[in-house]
């Protein structure tokens, strides 16, 4: 049997589509046990590791101070992926493979609220840019109405107090580094579950002047990091005619197309993403949609309970 699942993946697959039941043994549309964790990394602002099936994804937060950009849109917050051998013998030392790279700019389209692709889809930056910015460190910048005489010295105009320019406006610029440890298949979840989980385990030090160019952490002082919204993944492939959940590394080597739903915490739709292969029928793509929205509360459990640990 082992031999006929490696010489023909797809008819030893179909097989057993044929009976409403996966190789694994599961249902159609039923998934693989989830597990999250964060705290997962003590020198990181905030981590995560999490569990899709055999597929282990671990996720750390940096953050480095800077000039806030004059553009709120403009993304202070990017991800990355590494897919390291040790996960699977399919990858490799060297150049980021177009797996990686792919998941990576799938996850920056989200955390910037770009590109998506659906029009049906929110588009909102996943990161609130206010709580990255630090406002009670902006340098005195008076401006008063020039037509009044405001400030008293009777000439009938008023005062311009422009701020130093050689003291720019803070603020926190995050890097999300994510390693696959594991790999058996539906990383776009796995990525996207642990990038959630490691932003809202997020504490930025809170940081105070100290002369005019220099800033320090207040000690033992944090703050979390807001999010808009909650981005709840869920991945399918469609395996001849029929549509699974939550597919296996081996499932995604025969599917002819695969499509990740993502939803917030209300149920709005933030991404509907599939990279490339066969189109998908409507009914297909109701049926996921359908499921996903029936797993939306064991989604939010998952996450909530892993904040309150």
Known sequence: MEVFARVHPLEYNSKFLEQSVRADGRALLATRRVSLGTHAVDSALGSALVRVGNTAVI???????????????????????ELLPLA??????????????????WLNELLSGGRVRSPAASREPLVDAASLRLPHLQPPRVVIDGDA????????QGTLIERDER???LAWFLSVDMYV?????????????????ALGDVRLPRVRRRGALDYVRAPRATEPLRLLFTPLPNSFALIGDTVVADPT?????VAA???????????????MHKPGGAAISIDATRQCLSAARERLPTMQKLLRDAATR
Do not use: K
Request: no cysteine.
């Open 167 to 169: 003291e720019p406006l």
């Open 149 to 156: 005489d405001t400030d008293g010295d009777g000439d009938g």
């Open 257 to 271: 197309a695969s499509l990740t739903v993502v939803l917030d915490e209300h149920g709005r739709i933030r991404s």
């Open 88 to 105: 699977s013998p399919r990858f490799a030392y060297g150049r980021p493979s177009d797996d990686a790279r792919a998941v990576g700019a």
């Open 181 to 197: 440890l594991d790999y058996s298949g539906n990383l776009y979840d796995a990525a996207l579950l642990a990038l959630v989980a």
């Open 59 to 81: 996720a750390g937060v940096t953050g480095a101070l800077g000039p806030a950009p004059d553009d709120e849109s403009a993304p202070s917050v990017v991800a990355s992926v």
């Open 249 to 253: 590394d081996l499932e995604e080597d």
